[in-house]
């Protein structure tokens, strides 16, 4: 990571693959394939969500970076986020939150594997607009989103499959665990990068927190007349993957200042999401059919 803190790196990094994976299993678990046949049968919905997630984002933040005339590093590091969909935690968030739980798991694994095509176009448009050289192999994307992300998830669904008794068991077990080693990842991320959060300056933290608002707001009203499809597609636009954007930093040497931008960036966001996060899952626990 081309930006390091108190906490060894090698720690930092097996607890973050260790937690992702659990997390991505755990939901997989839980999904019954069949209910992807819903998806099927609203395809204009996910088109839209997915301009929402994958064209929309970025060029709000760029407008935004552009109003509050950000420092270029600061600007890159929130493009680079702007341009990485596909947070893995999004998913947990987004059901969390009352998303609907045949389209949310949907969506996240449709930007996952579409950002192997939309961050290299995204980055070659970005070294017309600055003069720059940056590339991105799409096997290096290709190869986080699998492993990360739709290898986790896909086990956890054939072992649903195959075992039922069995993931009905484990599926509760693995999702205490998996909140466990999400606030253990928070809490050491905090420690190794709270002083880069609180360098990020006030209009950097402003930037963030304005392209997050108004992802969330493009995602809801993009995300169809369910309060459920909205919810899961605003939190998939708002949720950023600073795994991709930190790879893409450090295969072109990035300058710390902007891998900095990303770290702060996703602090910033997380808790510019939470608001939004509690009005949806007090929404959906009013809601008679609870969605």
Request: charge should be positive.
């Amino acid at each position: 990571m081309p930006v390091t803190g108190v906490i060894p790196e090698w720690l930092l990094s097996s607890v973050a693959i260790v937690t992702v994976f659990t997390i991505m299993f755990d939901l997989g678990l839980a999904l019954v394939p069949g209910e992807f046949r819903w998806v099927g049968a609203h395809p204009g919905l996910m088109l839209r969500s997915v301009f929402s997630v994958l064209v929309a984002v970025p060029a709000l933040a760029w407008l935004v970076a552009r109003a509050l005339e950000l420092p270029r590093p600061a600007e890159i590091g929130i493009m680079l986020m702007a341009i990485s969909p596909g947070a893995p935690v999004a998913l947990r968030r987004s059901l969390g939150a009352g998303g609907h739980r045949s389209f949310a798991p949907a969506l996240q694994i449709a930007v996952a594997a579409l950002a192997v095509i939309s961050m290299p176009l995204s980055i070659a448009a970005f070294n017309e607009y600055y003069a720059g050289n940056a590339t991105i192999d799409p096997r290096h994307l290709a190869r986080q989103v699998f492993i990360a992300q739709l290898l986790p998830l896909s086990l956890g669904m054939l072992i649903r499959r195959l075992f039922a008794m069995q993931a009905a068991w484990l599926e509760p077990r693995l999702r205490r665990a998996g909140g466990i080693l999400l606030i253990v990842l928070l809490v050491l991320a905090l420690i190794d990068i709270w002083q880069v959060v609180l360098g990020a300056g006030l209009r950097i933290t402003l930037g963030v927190v304005l392209t997050t608002m108004l992802a969330l707001t493009v995602g809801h009203l993009l995300g169809g007349p369910e309060p459920a499809t909205r919810t899961a597609t605003a939190i998939s636009s708002a949720a950023r993957n600073p795994g991709l954007a930190l790879l893409v930093a450090t295969l072109n040497a990035a300058s710390p200042a902007i891998s900095a931008t990303v770290l702060a960036y996703l602090v910033i966001a997380a808790l510019t999401l939470i608001p939004y996060v509690i009005w949806r899952q007090r929404a959906a626990a009013r809601a008679p059919d609870g969605g």
